[in-house]
């Protein structure tokens, strides 16, 4: 069984390691602030773009049309962050698992340590509720504000959208789809409720009913 992926927590994310020569057959598998570049020298940079490698961002800019890499490299006192060797027990190595079990462990231990990060992040995001926000809108940032997270942790579950989708929390009011999307994304469930409006109504329904729109299709109804 020769499964070439492995995975390496930085910068509060879990992100992909490859080599130069693995991003240079398929470069457009791999974005910047996602990927880790192994540099065959036992340095793990992250791969940035060009205008971050030219502000002197650590990491490695790479050109498939070139075969000069520039990089910069960490200051002296971050070096053991990069260091492969020193951070092996952190690289999820999917290459020397040899059966299914294996694979599945591996599963487990990515699992746990998006948790992790999740719950250990250094920044907390924030959304001011506004008057003039809806009232689905007003909902899920309160929502969001109440766990007391990072948003940014949860970017690989919007399906490349993230940005897109944060920028909508800058405003004053969401779609229903979307307001399902973000719950899909950032686990929080999303339920809508029917009762009636008092005791009084005519025809009343007598019960209540619950229908939870998150964890299916976005697309259904």
């Known amino acids: 069984m020769s499964i070439n992926i492995r995975k390496v927590p930085m910068d509060n994310k879990l992100q992909n390691m490859v080599t130069i ?24 940079l992250p791969l940035i773009t060009q205008s971050a490698y ?11 049309n070139s075969f000069v890499h520039p990089f910069n490299m960490p200051e002296e006192k971050d070096l053991d962050k990069y260091n492969i060797e020193k951070n092996k027990e952190n690289i999820i190595d999917f290459s020397d698992c040899s059966n ?10 990515i699992k746990e340590v998006r948790s992790e990060l ?40 919007f399906n490349g959208n993230f940005l897109n989708n944060v920028r909508i929390l800058n405003g004053n ?16 469930k999303v339920t809508i409720r029917f009762e009636d ?23 259904d109804g």
């Open 21 to 44: 020569k693995q991003f240079v057959s398929s470069p457009f598998s791999y974005e910047p602030n996602k990927t880790v570049i192994d540099n065959g020298n036992n340095l793990m």
């Open 54 to 64: 030219e502000k002197g961002k650590t990491g490695i800019y790479i050109d498939p």
């Open 100 to 109: 299914y079990h294996d694979v599945i462990s591996k599963q487990k231990a």
């Open 118 to 157: 999740m719950t250990n992040a250094d920044h907390i995001s924030y959304y001011p509720v506004n008057d003039n926000d809806t009232k689905l809108m007003s909902g899920l940032k309160r929502a969001i504000n109440s766990k007391e997270c990072d948003i940014n942790c949860y970017e690989q579950n």
């Open 173 to 188: 009011s969401i779609t229903d789809k979307k307001t399902i999307e973000f719950g899909n994304a950032i686990d929080i």
């Open 197 to 219: 409006k008092n005791p009084d109504v005519p025809n009343p329904m007598g019960k209540v009913i619950e229908v939870e729109l998150t964890g299916g299709d976005e697309n």
